[in-house]
């Protein structure tokens, strides 16, 4: 069973600019779930894929936007970068009705 | 809307004494209960799940929590700690109220563990 992976690990950029990270899902699991987890805070939940649709939002702008693909892998679209957007971005995989989300080791993204 | 409270931030203990993490919650709905470790830089690791079945959950590493409805908590336990439990530790909530299945996290309690 593979479980879930995320690329790059690190990412440097400036404000202003775009980023795109990127999420494969575990085995099995067809929903992707997207957190941003700020310096000592808990993640906070961005949005989530359902059969390549968005399924869910939370209170984050539009500049934050995703995709879902057919193989259920995912990416992250951020523009017009902002310095409050540096964070570790986690991605998590689970079946549609699990309560379980399994993680990646997450996208560590500096906005200089 | 759903919450979680930690209620330390920090939370230190000598290696094999017992370790407690409190969490208290708040769901509109018969709520899901995790908690989560993460390690420095690295993801996070489920320790272990309450779903509306027994109240006392046993998990990985020795580590286990109960479920109390009367006092909306969720309090993690572990008997004799360990240098390799020092790390941060989540509590958190999830319902499919919504429709889909969403997790809210509260803030994280630090576990740090001297010799």
């Known amino acids: 069973e593979t479980g879930v992976t995320q690329s790059p690990t690190h990412l440097i950029k400036t404000r202003g600019q775009q980023v795109t990270l990127r999420c494969s899902s575990q085995s099995g699991h067809n929903t992707v779930s997207w957190y941003q987890q700020a310096l000592g805070q808990g993640p906070q939940f961005i949005f989530q894929y359902y059969r390549e649709e968005e399924n869910g939002r939370g209170n984050f702008p539009p500049r934050f936007s995703g995709l879902q693909f057919p193989n259920y892998s995912s990416e992250l679209n951020v523009n017009a970068l902002e310095l409050d957007d540096s964070a570790l971005y986690l991605c998590?995989?689970?079946?549609?009705?699990?309560?379980?989300?399994?993680f990646g080791p997450g996208t560590r993204l500096t906005v200089t | 809307a759903q919450s979680v409270t930690q209620l330390d931030s920090h939370v230190s203990v000598s290696e094999g004494t017992p370790v407690l993490l409190r969490c208290n919650y708040s769901?509109?709905?018969?709520?899901?209960l995790f908690w989560y470790v993460q390690h420095p830089n690295k993801g996070l690791q489920l320790l272990l799940k309450?779903?509306?079945?027994?109240?006392l959950v046993k998990g990985i590493n020795g580590f286990e929590a109960e479920f109390k409805k009367s006092e909306t908590s969720f309090h993690l336990t572990k008997p004799s700690a360990h240098m390799s439990d020092a790390a941060e530790y989540f509590c958190?909530?999830?319902?499919?109220?919504?429709?889909?299945?969403?997790?809210?996290f509260g803030k994280g309690t630090m576990l740090l563990v001297s010799p």
């Open positions: 309450y779903t509306s079945a027994a109240t």
């Open positions: 998590a995989s689970s079946m549609r009705d699990g309560y379980e989300q399994y």
């Open positions: 958190v909530v999830s319902d499919l109220g919504s429709g889909y299945s969403t997790l809210t």
């Open positions: 769901s509109s709905y018969s709520p899901s």
